[in-house]
T-cell receptor
């Protein structure tokens, strides 16, 4: 399967700060990548679709000004959680699409104090 | 709104036993995916089912899809401890593999 990496794997930050999460496609040029959020013991929820060279497409209820997505190259998409609050604490997972399957990164655990 | 429900949510089974996890979804879809997630880890792709009647097997796991019933099953044969994980099904009603709606997840615990 395709290889996706994320950095950092975990981050702790203070409320009100911004956090950037990187998602890299290591063996495939990904024009499209996806960002998900998973709360403890819950399922994954699609937040947005990241498109290389254009604006991301956000799912209903996801604040685009709070969750900034940049997909500047075919191998890198970033998610910036701006002015993070404790309720943003979650497991953030990115994926990319190869043929008919999404392959997921290892995830980033964000804890906002 | 598409709903994807899995049954059961939690399953404790002994090694060597067989069991089936069910995934029901509420809208038409010809594509369904099964993923495995270990605690604190990301998702590993298990099966991609692309048409009605599709059946795929890998080791002790076998997945099937009935699009008319809007039902997929993940059958576990002679469970071993290494299969302990959370299993998610995901439905793709767009047919593009890009709009996945995940099920509630089934946490499987295989005991000795």
């Amino acid at each position: 399967g395709a290889v996706v990496s994320q950095h950092p794997s975990w981050v702790i930050c203070k409320s009100g700060t911004s956090v950037k999460i990187e998602c890299r496609s290591l063996d495939f040029q990904a024009t499209t990548m996806f960002w998900y959020r998973q709360f403890p013991k819950q399922s994954l929820m699609l937040m947005a679709t990241s498109n290389e060279g254009s604006k991301a497409t956000y799912e209903q209820g996801v604040e685009k000004d709070k969750f900034l997505i940049n997909h500047a190259s075919l191998t890198l998409s970033t998610l910036t959680v701006t002015s993070a609050h404790p309720e943003d604490s979650s497991f953030y997972i990115c994926s990319h699409l190869v043929l008919d399957t999404q392959y997921f990164g290892p995830g980033t655990r964000l804890t906002v104090l | 709104e598409l709903k994807v429900e899995q049954n059961p949510l939690f399953l404790s089974m002994q090694e060597g036993k067989n069991y089936t996890i069910y995934c029901n979804y509420s809208t038409t879809s010809d594509r369904l995916y099964w993923y495995r997630q270990d605690p604190g880890k990301s998702l590993e792709s298990l099966f991609v089912l692309l048409s009605n009647g599709a059946v795929k097997q890998e080791g002790r796991l076998m997945a099937s899809l009935d699009t008319k019933a809007r039902l997929s099953t993940l059958h576990i044969t002679a469970a071993v401890h290494d299969l302990s994980a959370t299993y998610f099904c995901a439905v793709d009603p767009t047919g593009t593999a890009s709009k996945l709606t995940f099920g509630t997840g089934t946490r499987l615990q295989v005991t000795l």
